[in-house]
């Protein structure tokens, strides 16, 4: 059986209520991948993205549902290319009741993007947002990886982790998929963002504890089957940062 191209011009469903809704960027390395998670009366958007993918990302979310429809916006943490977009993105959807879920260290610096929508501090409720159907999003505590309110978030209905940062990857030779090399690129990004293997290490440790069907990055690529056990013992063991200076 054939390699299946995927057409990046629009929204992909990775699961059936889950959406990538990025720009695959041909002429940088560095790719962008926010997600939307549909559920029965929630929307949620991941990593909305940065004020020039903005237009991309925004047609694949109308595309994909009605913007209105989205009720939280997840900021794993603060960079521009994660959530600089974030103060157009909350006009669009137009809610008064829309919640921006992010860790405190976090809230404390997207506040400067001039947003109007209340924050929902995941270390404040015990790093776990409820769905109206009940379903579960927890957040675990990934500082310094690499900001110093930076989350990652569990799905416990498809046991999706989304990871930011985390498992990124730069590459010119990108793919919504992890394909052979994956490991090259996600060593060259977190050698260049994270700060040293000690506490990436222990994050490792953290998530080895999940049932994690799949990662999906903001950067780099998807990973799912032995590709999961094989980035977490890659990372695990990978100076970076401090470690090379």
């Known amino acids: 059986m054939g390699k299946i191209t995927l057409d990046y011009n629009n929204a992909i469903a990775v699961l059936r209520d889950i959406f990538w809704i990025g720009f695959y960027d041909q002429e940088s390395s560095l790719h962008c991948n ?11 958007l991941i990593d909305p993205g940065s004020i020039p993918h903005f237009p991309i990302v925004m047609r694949k979310i109308i595309d994909t549902i009605n913007p209105a429809e989205i009720t939280a916006i997840v900021a794993s943490h603060q960079d521009p290319d994660v ?3 974030l ?13 921006i879920i992010a860790h405190s260290n976090t809230i404390r610096l997207i506040r400067h993007y001039g947003l ?6 995941v270390d404040k ?8 159907s009940g379903r579960v999003l927890e957040f675990l505590y990934t500082p310094y990886l690499h900001s110093p309110g930076a989350i990652v978030t569990y ?37 260049l963002y994270m700060p040293g293997n000690d ?17 999906l990055p903001q950067h780099g690529s998807i ?21 090379l200076l």
């Open 34 to 44: 926010p997600y939307l998670l549909i559920d029965d009366e929630d929307v949620v």
């Open 83 to 85: 959530c600089g977009g």
């Open 87 to 99: 103060a157009v993105v909350e006009d669009v959807i137009g809610r008064k009741d829309l919640k």
């Open 116 to 121: 109007s929508s209340d924050y929902y501090a």
């Open 125 to 132: 409720n015990d790093y776990k947002y409820l769905l109206k």
């Open 155 to 191: 799905d416990h209905k498809t046991h999706s982790l989304f990871t930011s940062d985390i498992f990124g990857a730069v590459s010119q030779n990108w793919s919504l998929y992890a394909e052979d090399n994956f490991l090259d690129a996600m060593s060259a990004f977190h050698q």
């Open 199 to 215: 506490v990436l290490r222990k994050c490792m440790e953290k998530f080895e504890k999940l049932n994690i069907a799949r990662i």
């Open 223 to 243: 990973l799912e089957g032995e590709n999961i056990r094989l980035a977490i013992d890659h990372l695990k063991a990978l100076p970076c940062g401090n470690d």
